[in-house]
Every structure is written in C-alpha cells, then in structure tokens.
C-alpha cells in the first residue's frame, strides 16, 4: 500500500556523488527545507557514519579504515555508529512533522509494516531499530530542523559482517549494557532471513510501499545539494562535530 510520499530522484544522466554516503546527507537537508514529505532508497560505498556526539577515534577503527578504503563521515543527527556498504540499503524519511519522536514513530511503524508485508517477522524496538527473527536488521536516527524532520536508517541485506565488525568499535561497557558480545551477536542480513528476491527488487518494494509518486531534482537543485555537502567534508566537523 503506498504511504502518499513522493520519491526523490536525480537528474537523469547525473551520477556526482551518487556514491558518497554524505552527499545523500545533503539531499535530506535540501529535502526537509524544499521537498517535505519524500522519500528515497540509496546505497554507497564502504562507510563509517558516526553521530554528530560520538568522539570519533573512540567509536571508530581509523587505521584499518584507511587501510581499507573505508570512508569515514559524521552526521548530523545523534545515534551510535554505523558500518554501511553496497550490500546495505540507506532509507531517507523526510516529514513536516516538527515533532522527532512522532516523526520516529510514524516511520519505524511503517518500515515494520513494509518488511512484515513482505513476509518477514519485523518488529520495531524502543531503541528505534528494527529486528527480524529477533536480530538487528534495521538501526534509524533523527533530528529536527526548522522546517521538519529528518529520519534516516539502515537495512541490512548483504552486508559484510567481517569490515563492520573491524570498523567500528564500541567500548565493552556499551555492548554489555545491551546484553551481547559483538555487534555480529546482535546483526542480521535480510538475505538470511528467508527473503526470496534480491536487494534491487526490496529496493522497488519498498519505494512501491512508501511512495505515491515520483519527483526528479533540476540541476539547479542538483548544484544545491552539492554545497551543502561541502559541510559534511568539512575535515572539523567530521573530526570534532564542527566547522571552520
């Protein structure tokens, strides 16, 4: 059933920073001030994305980041880390709605509704994740912005478990507090959770679910979004949470 949300897209033939996890940032600031009540479905390459709180070299294995062309950006919405990479899919949730826990609410209640359409046993946590099977396949963020809010989350489908794990690096104590060992004890991929399709057929689903309609941005618009990315590039802000 289709929520009444309009499906972002980019100009056709347009592939800039497709691939950047925070240029997807910048189209949910764009969105939120200029295209309240969207949606989009986006993927990258291997990412780190940490909340706009989190000391970075606490929650973040740097080295082996580098080492291993993972990329590494803050956010600017709270939350823990995050490992993301093509086998993982970004959800954008853009609303009016000024109130974050309503907006959260509202989301997380529909992305259950959706995967449980689709067969699954999803259930939505307190803690604003998303479980099948009693394991983790959905973790979401959010924050408010004068025109609205701005609610974004992972899917996970066939993301590699092994770079996640050495990626990020929450402390003991946070891993004990949920009651698990390691952020694999807590996971699970949707391909393993008796899905029949692939990630490009969930990817339509899930639009097919959300969305009413369909909205390309102009180049003008593209050239928008682009300078407010330059923000997240910002090397303060992705180190410290600021900028020049």
């Not at 912005?145 to 003991?172: Q, W």
């Not at 694999?184 to 097919?208: A, H, P, T, W, Y």
């Not at 407010?228 to 900028?243: A, C, M, S, V, W």
Request: glycine letters at 8%.
């Amino acid at each position: 059933m289709a929520q009444g949300l309009t499906l972002l897209r980019l100009p056709e033939g347009s592939e800039e920073g497709w691939r950047r996890l925070v240029f997807w940032l910048a189209l949910e600031e764009w969105a939120v001030e200029h295209a309240p009540g969207s949606f989009f479905v986006w993927n990258v390459r291997p990412t780190v994305i940490f909340g706009r709180n989190q000391d970075m070299e606490a929650e973040v294995n740097v080295p082996y980041c580098v080492e291993h062309g993972i990329e590494m950006y803050r956010r600017k919405s709270g939350g823990g880390c995050v490992y993301a990479d093509e086998g993982n899919l970004m959800l954008s949730y853009i609303t009016e709605c000024p109130d974050v826990n309503q907006a959260f609410d509202e989301y997380l209640s529909r992305l259950a509704d959706a995967l449980r359409s689709l067969g699954l046993d999803a259930v939505r946590t307190q803690h604003n994740d998303v479980l099948v099977g009693g394991r983790k396949v959905s973790g979401n963020a959010c924050y408010a912005t004068k025109t609205g809010c701005i609610v974004h989350g992972t899917l996970l489908y066939d993301t590699d478990f092994n770079d996640m794990e050495r990626a990020i690096t929450p402390s003991k104590e946070k891993l004990e507090s949920k009651g698990i060992k390691s952020v694999r004890q807590r996971v699970e991929n949707l391909k393993n959770c008796g899905l029949l399709f692939g990630l490009d057929v969930l990817k339509s689903k899930l639009i097919d679910y959300f969305c009413k309609d369909m909205r390309f941005l102009s180049k003008t618009e593209l050239s928008e979004v682009l300078e407010t990315e330059k923000t997240y590039l910002d090397e303060n802000f992705i180190k410290y949470g600021r900028r020049n």
